[in-house]
């Protein structure tokens, strides 16, 4: 990276006892800016410090002398160096005069994206993301100048504060080719962003900090009409605008959606749900949460989409190292939700590395008396059960097509499966943690079978005809848990069912990853392959919450194995029968 910061210049504007401190000071190089506050003592600013810089407080005559060497104040108060990047921002009383003053230092950072270069290049829109002072801005100066100068493109940057090619009327090299627009009040903004297209016929549009409803607006305008934007916004990630009523437009806009009863029951949701309202203006997003770690969202809208359903995206992580060599990771969102991502390639293992004490440390669980009459009544089938299986004459699967089923090798794979009563985030947990070649549609004319809850296509002869005209088979579970739906799935791609279950198939079952659900499943896995398949005897869990016991049933169930509650609150716990 080449580094380009006229740092002089800004020094120069500083008073004499200021500037002479600064200018033999060890971290020089990396300034970020400089605080001058009427009666209070100058302040220095480093990437991850600050120091006063004297114990004698600013006065007056120390302020107005640093004004007298900058350019104009404009609406936004800001002012420039001419022919340099840096940034001066006034702080006024009550009266307009000028009491302090924040002199930051403007860079110009030529290799700086190279992390998203490839992204650059494919022509789309690109939003970037950002705390203050993680460099949005030194990233959008080096974008305008290689879209510019190498891509040979017809880039227009408009430059509200004159912070993109800085103060003057002739723009900085660091720019390039590009061309910069000023803007005469911050106010104006979004009539010179349609301005710039209408007049100056440019490729690409750059705009810095679009902050308000009107300016969000123009730039949907201008990605209609077919210009690639790069742009910064008000926000620290996506979550930030969808939440944010002024800018969700930049990321397609949120509505609240009424289903019907089909819908709502098929996707397993409420009738009134949120959803996007048309397409990003922006179709990839940038969070800079450092400035050598990036967050890429390659598709905007399959983001907002997913956050909107209550899930955790995706996204790629770009690191650079020192040697400018960038690695790009995949954010994989944990199915425990414990709020951490595991990156591509790395395996979260189901115990966790925790600190144990107890039997948890040892591993050892001591096993019930003989197996009491209570047993053969918890394993033995109820009478209820065998005549509600009689009087519903289906079987697991109805096939209405011959041949149309996958072949074990996997030749028709993947297999396109549209899931009805089922709920599709469990679907898609057990998809991406058990890497099935299965891909979920929501269109019945494409789907290769269809997944639903046998109560619901007792009830829905509209789906049986649909079925059966299109040749599509139906197969059938219990109930919309992840055991029935693991089973179903393996069942559709004709895949023997492990005697021992994989420990990745054991963290579909952590919905959420407090400490006391890790331990409750990790103690009921100790206790079935330990105790109960092994030895053939029952096991007595400690106890727990109803929320926690549920999770514990489940995890019983994907072992073909019978678990019964007992007990009063609080003291009610599991016992887990052998086969």
Not at 127 to 147: F, N, Q, S
Not at 185 to 194: A, R
Not at 235 to 240: F, H, R, S, T, Y
């Amino acid at each position: 990276m080449t580094i380009t910061d006229d740092l002089q210049k800004l020094l120069d504007i500083l008073p004499q006892d200021l500037r002479q401190i600064l200018e033999d000071h060890p971290k020089r190089d990396y300034l970020v800016e400089v605080v001058l506050d009427l009666g209070r003592r100058p302040e220095a600013r480093f990437p991850n410090q600050a120091e006063y810089l004297s114990e004698k407080p600013v006065t007056q005559e120390q302020i107005d002398d640093c004004i007298q060497r900058v350019g104009t104040f404009g609406g936004d108060n800001r002012a420039g160096i001419e022919q340099t990047l840096h940034r001066i921002s006034a702080i006024r009383n009550r009266t307009g005069k000028i009491i302090g003053l924040t002199c930051r230092v403007g860079r110009a950072v030529f290799g700086t994206i190279g992390m998203i270069r490839d992204l650059v290049e494919t022509g789309r829109s690109i939003l970037m993301l950002g705390r203050p002072g993680v460099g949005k801005t030194t990233a959008l100066r080096e974008i305008a100048r290689v879209l510019a100068d190498e891509l040979n493109k017809r880039v227009v940057i408009i430059d509200t504060s004159n912070e993109i090619a800085g103060d003057g009327d002739v723009a900085h090299p660091a720019i390039g080719r590009a061309r910069r627009m000023q803007v005469a009040h911050p106010e104006l903004q979004h009539q010179v962003m349609i301005e710039a297209v209408e007049n100056h016929m440019p490729e690409v549009i750059v705009i810095d900090e679009i902050g308000t409803e009107l300016e969000a607006l123009a730039a949907r305008t201008i990605a209609e009409r077919g210009v690639q934007l790069v742009g910064t916004a008000h926000g620290n990630q996506i979550e930030n605008l969808i939440k944010n009523p002024t800018l969700s437009d930049l990321v397609g806009g949120i509505q609240a959606v009424t289903l019907g009863d089909d819908e709502a029951r098929r996707r397993g949701s409420q009738k009134t749900v949120l959803e996007r309202k048309a397409p990003p203006t922006f179709e990839i997003a940038v969070e800079m949460l450092e400035r050598q770690r990036w967050v890429v969202h390659e598709s905007v809208a399959d983001t907002v989409d997913t956050l909107l359903r209550g899930r955790q995206p995706s996204p790629q992580t770009r690191t650079v190292d020192e040697n400018g060599k960038v690695s790009i990771t995949r954010q994989l969102s944990v199915v425990n939700g414990r709020g951490a991502a595991n990156q591509a390639g790395g395996e979260d293992s189901f115990a966790g590395s925790r600190q144990s004490n107890g039997w948890r440390s040892s591993g050892q669980m001591v096993a019930l008396p003989p197996p009491s009459i209570e047993r053969e009544r918890v394993t033995g089938r109820s009478e209820f059960d065998r005549l509600l299986d009689e009087s519903f004459n289906y079987t697991d699967t109805i096939d209405f097509s011959v041949g149309k089923k996958p072949g074990p090798n996997g030749e028709d794979l993947p297999l396109h499966v549209y899931p009805y009563g089922v709920s599709r985030h469990q679907l898609e947990q057990v998809i991406s943690v058990l890497s099935l070649p299965v891909v979920l549609t929501k269109d019945i004319d494409s789907a290769d079978a269809i997944l639903a809850l046998r109560s619901h296509v007792k009830n829905h002869a509209k789906l049986r005809q649909m079925a059966k005209a299109r040749h599509v088979p139906i197969h059938m579970i219990k109930s919309s848990t992840i055991p029935q739906i693991t089973r179903g799935l393996r069942r559709l791609l004709n895949i023997d069912e492990p005697e021992i279950t994989d420990e990745q198939e054991l963290q579909l079952f952590l919905h959420s990853g407090s400490d006391d659900e890790m331990d409750a499943l990790e103690e009921a896995r100790l206790a079935v392959e330990q105790i109960v398949i092994p030895k053939g005897q029952p096991v007595e869990l400690l106890p727990r919450s109803p929320q926690v016991r549920k999770m514990q049933h489940e995890l019983v169930e994907h072992y073909r194995l019978k678990s019964h509650s007992f007990g009063e609150e609080p003291n009610r716990r599991l016992r887990i029968y052998p086969a």
